[in-house]
């Protein structure tokens, strides 16, 4: 079977696609990619000196705050999940909010509730009490652990960055996102997340286990005098100038097909899906995960040096977008199939535009 890389290679793509197939000033864009590398490098080293051995996962977490998307951390406990979203946090010097899920978390925990009181005149009336959704990074540690109705409060505020309560509508604080965990072990007593909610997250990243050099590290800092604490790096304003400059990085038509054929052949009823996908998938990508490749393909491409998307950035992009859209059916979980692999298998099914071309 193929597996997906753990990292494409980075020289591949542009060599295929030339940035001439679209038509947008590059010259301003390439002043203001060194712009965007500048401070991402920063905040990749600040991170670093705060985080051991994740350098991967704090790139893809990164990549996905730069393109304005939501993210769901999945590892088991002492990783340091939550460690990682506070440092962002003050990395960017967000408001922070933190919700614990337990079963017995009601909505109005995450939203916030109308209250009685009380003005100087002592006439009473109903005000809207803020609830910690109000924050510029959410935390929503362990949310396999609270009821569905109270993770169905969570699809307003994801989607639209709006809370509705009663006949009031009130604006969550901008630039927004959720970064929420949970542990793939302990599954009695937990309520997985539905479709629909899955769907609103752009990546699924893994937390891996550190290896003895990293364990070795954290060991050294968590138990000696410890590390300084994080500063801002980056403001909200920059990161909302960056993320207007990812919209701007071109992409090639014939990239935009690739990743169209990619998303289509998750699906088990397609013509060119493999023969694993249609063995073992209920149901495949949604279209947001074809916006989730391209924009995050946007910014890769600029992480790695390029002012426009080439193949293997939509290859990189592929598993951490897809790998919580594609459902496995009653067969593939019987048999415990990896989706990584079955997107590992679905990239190399699917031909790239110098292949076709050749």
Avoid: W
Avoid at 86 to 107: E, N
Avoid at 212 to 224: K, N
Avoid at 307 to 317: G, L, N, P, S, Y
Avoid at 329 to 336: I, K, L, M, W
């Amino acid at each position: 079977m193929h597996h997906a890389p753990d990292r494409p290679s980075m020289t591949v793509a542009a060599e295929t696609i030339d940035a001439g197939d679209a038509d947008v000033g590059t010259d301003q864009i390439t002043i203001d990619a060194d712009s965007f590398r500048r401070h991402s490098r920063a905040l990749l080293d600040a991170a670093q000196r705060q985080i051991v051995g994740y350098d991967r996962l704090i790139t893809d977490v990164l990549v996905a705050v730069f393109s304005q998307g939501h993210v769901l951390l999945e590892g088991v406990p002492g990783l340091g999940k939550t460690f990682l979203v506070k440092v962002l946090a003050k990395l960017f010097g967000f408001s922070f909010g933190r919700i614990q899920c337990t079963p017995d978390l009601m909505p109005s925990d995450v939203l916030g509730t109308h209250v009685i009181g009380e003005d100087v005149a002592g006439h009473r009336s109903f005000r809207f009490e803020k609830g910690p959704v109000f924050r510029q990074l959410l935390l929503v540690d362990e949310v396999n652990r609270t009821t569905p109705k109270t993770q169905a409060a969570l699809l307003e505020v994801m989607q639209e960055h709006t809370v509705t309560a009663g006949t009031e509508q009130f604006s969550l604080p901008e630039p927004f996102f959720v970064l929420a965990t949970q542990n793939p072990l302990e599954m009695e007593g937990t309520y997985p997340l539905p479709e629909a909610q899955l769907d609103r997250f752009f990546f699924k990243l893994q937390v891996p286990f550190p290896d003895v050099d990293a364990l070795v590290e954290i060991s050294r800092r968590t138990t000696g005098s410890g590390t300084a604490e994080a500063q801002r790096v980056m403001t909200g304003e920059d990161l909302m100038r960056f993320q207007r400059l990812l919209t701007e990085v071109p992409i090639a038509e014939p990239l935009l097909q690739y990743a169209a054929r990619i998303v289509l052949s998750t699906h088990p009823d397609h013509a060119q899906s493999p023969p694993s996908v249609r063995s073992h998938v209920a149901y495949g990508a949604s279209p947001r995960g074809m916006q989730a490749i391209v924009r995050a393909a946007r910014a890769y491409a600029l992480l790695a040096g390029r002012t426009c998307v080439a193949v293997e950035d939509i290859r990189f992009a592929v598993l951490p977008a897809l790998r919580h859209r594609v459902i496995l059916n009653f067969e593939g979980q019987a048999e415990q199939v990896s989706v990584d692999t079955l997107l590992g298998e679905v990239i190399a099914a699917v031909p790239t535009p110098a292949r076709e071309a050749a």
